[in-house]
Nanobody, 116 residues
Framework: QVQLVESGGGLVQAGGSLRLSCAASGRTFSTYNMGWFRQAPGKERAFIGRIGWSGGGTYYADSVKGRFTIPSDNAKNTVYLHMNSLKPEDTAVYYC?????????WGQGTQVTVSS
């Protein structure tokens, strides 16, 4: 059974940085495209970025381009979301999943709150 677990969220001031982690069990990352998504209060879950299998080929939504990056560590079976220059509008619950996402892979997510 595949399980994806997000961690690393917290409270940060605007302009600060956070690093989120997505650890997988039940399979290896390196052969799957992985995505990060977020859901802000009162809004639908939105795609923010993805990384191609074997660590190649990243793509980011315009809202985070230039501020967020998605590195991976295949040895640790973990994908990260490095977030810099955070803004209050980045406040959301952040999730990882396959890309395209699978409904049965959504986890609990990790809360990121950016104060102004």
């Amino acid at each position: 059974q595949v399980q994806l677990v997000e961690s690393g969220g917290g409270l940060v001031q605007a302009g600060g940085s956070l690093r989120l982690s997505c650890a997988a069990s039940g399979r290896t990352f390196s052969t799957y495209n992985m995505g990060w998504f977020r859901q802000a209060p009162g809004k639908e879950r939105a795609f923010i970025g993805r990384i191609g299998w074997s660590g190649g080929g990243t793509y980011y939504a315009d809202s985070v381009k230039g501020r967020f990056t998605i590195p991976s560590d295949n040895a640790k079976n973990t994908v990260y979301l490095h977030m810099n220059s955070l803004k209050p509008e980045d406040t959301a619950v952040y999730y990882c999943n396959d890309y395209p996402p699978r409904n049965d892979y959504w986890g609990q997510g990790t809360q990121v709150t950016v104060s102004s």
